[in-house]
């Protein structure tokens, strides 16, 4: 028999119609050959028209899936997702702090249709928690706006935005400008302050995107918990997370999912 496969923990919110969280992020990680693992942080109702309800774990429910998968079958890598709350966000943080293993931190705002899934209240230890515990920092525009005060309109401003991201204490920003006025590529910069990577792809008129952050950061993950450098870990997720928009499908009457399946589907 062949051994396990790396293996890599998602904390995350529960995404019921499968486009996002912690739904995205296993099947990301299976399609890229890593034992996908889960700590839920909240329950969401939604689907492809939005969010209809949030229904937030105790920080004690949160630690002890954790501590129940750490401590037992051990990480490779971990990424996390929705932390609605102060609480959540400084338990997670706590846990971060006692695991060895890289972490890649989504700071989920906002859902795809607009709906808030961070709370105001719960920046700050975003800023003074969590950020610091990150090996990278995945944040979009609207995100990096709320975290630091910094707007981009352009490649310029994703700099200065990278800088005012590490200044809050990730090893690596990847600043994703999919949100810059609409033109022939999507670019995103990874930057550590002094090593810089511009990634750039086609943007597709696909409008079924919902779950590419999520897709993104669990990618990367995956790449880490396969013993690829960070450079190495979000160049190979661009590309795959690239492939999932491109061959995203319509689902229900409103966004659709990205395809984490599309390697297997082209073939």
Known sequence: MSGAPPLCLT?????????????????????????????????????????????????????????????????????????????????????????AAPAVVDPVGVSKHGDALLAASALAAVRTELLPRATVAT??????????????????????AADAVLGLGPRWALIKGGHLPAGHEAVDLLSDGSTELWLRAP?????????????LASAIAAGL???????????????YVTGAITAGF?????????????????R
């Open 11 to 99: 904390v995350a919110g529960s995404d019921s119609g499968g486009g996002a969280g912690i739904q995205a992020d296993l099947k990301a990680m299976l399609a890229l050959g890593v034992h996908g693992m889960s700590v839920v942080t909240a329950v969401t109702a939604q689907n492809s028209l939005g969010v209809r309800g949030v229904w937030e774990l105790p920080a004690e429910a949160v630690t002890a899936q954790y501590r129940a998968v750490v401590d037992d079958i051990g990480v490779g890598a971990v990424k996390t997702g929705m932390l609605s709350s102060a609480v959540l966000v400084e338990a997670v943080a706590v846990l971060l702090a006692d695991t």
């Open 203 to 215: 943007r597709h008129g696909n409008r079924h995107t919902h779950g590419t952050g999520c897709t």
């Open 225 to 239: 918990a396969h013993g690829l450098d960070v450079p190495a870990a979000v160049t190979a997720a661009k590309e």
């Open 250 to 266: 319509a689902l229900g009457a409103g966004i659709g999912p990205v395809d984490h399946a599309w390697r297997w589907r082209s």
């Open 139 to 160: 944040p979009n525009l609207d995100e990096v706006a709320r975290l630091t005060g910094v707007r981009v309109e352009d490649e310029d401003g994703m700099r200065r």
